[in-house]
């Protein structure tokens, strides 16, 4: 198995809840157990070992936009990777990349 740590943090106060986090097509977060945070959310998860995870993921922040979006992922303590960066988004952001284990 793979540990993957898969990071979000944005500038800001607005707080954001991650609805969603779909890695390899196995879902990892969904709505009923969405995480929550104020400028970082963090999940650490183990996955079925393969070359590549890629990630899907969908961020909610019902207060307001949220800026400098960046998402990172981390795959058996290797070098965080950045998946996807944003500037801003309003309410939703639904997004994906990849990480090389």
Known sequence: MDEVVFT??????????LFYMIDN???KVASADA????RK???TYRARR????????????PDGKLQNIKVTASVNGG???VLRCE???EIRWS??????S
């Open 8 to 17: 979000v943090t944005w500038e800001g106060t607005e707080g954001a809840m």
């Open 25 to 27: 097509g196995r879902v």
């Open 35 to 38: 995480l929550r945070g104020a």
């Open 41 to 43: 959310i963090e999940l």
């Open 50 to 61: 393969f070359p590549t995870h890629r990630i899907e993921w969908s961020l909610w922040s």
């Open 79 to 81: 070098a965080r990777q």
């Open 87 to 89: 500037a801003e988004a």
């Open 95 to 100: 997004s994906d990349g990849v990480a090389i």
